[in-house]
């Protein structure tokens, strides 16, 4: 297993929910963006939405107000709920893990980019 931590995911009928939770694994005093993708065999890498250390939040246009990104009480894990779920939305979604800044122990992590391995997220109608 690889430092990103992701889970979640699954598979859920149309008009369903589902929660996607990511984390760095290794305990670090640095802040982090943490960034969603979303790829399926027939289309590139896409991206999904984003968050900042300080909660500010970035999303694709196809969310459309379906999806919401959280951090969690320790700001080193993020969820993103993912609601009114369509057959579209199927796909593999990956976490990204930006390091922003850190204390003088962990300052060699600054400005590097972590992927996590996917949770695969099903939709069926």
């Known amino acids: 297993q690889g430092r990103v931590v992701e889970y979640g995911g699954g598979s859920v009928q149309a008009g369903g929910s589902l929660k996607l939770s990511c984390g760095d694994s290794?305990?670090?005093?640095?802040?982090?963006?943490m960034s969603w993708y979303r790829q399926t065999p027939e289309l590139e890498r896409e991206f999904v939405s984003a968050?900042?250390?300080?909660?500010?939040?970035n999303y694709a246009g196809f969310v459309k107000g379906r999806f919401t990104a959280v951090q969690e009480n320790d700001k080193s894990t993020v969820s993103l709920q993912m609601n009114s779920l369509q057959p579209e939305d199927t796909a593999m979604y990956f976490c990204?893990?930006?390091?922003?800044?850190?204390?003088?122990?962990?300052?060699?992590?600054?400005?590097?980019?972590?992927w996590g391995q996917g949770t695969q997220v099903t939709v069926s109608t």
């Open positions: 968050i900042e250390p300080d909660g500010t939040t």
């Open positions: 990204k893990v930006s390091v922003r800044n850190c204390g003088r122990t962990w300052r060699h992590l600054q400005g590097r980019e972590f």
């Open positions: 290794q305990y670090t005093d640095c802040t982090y963006a």
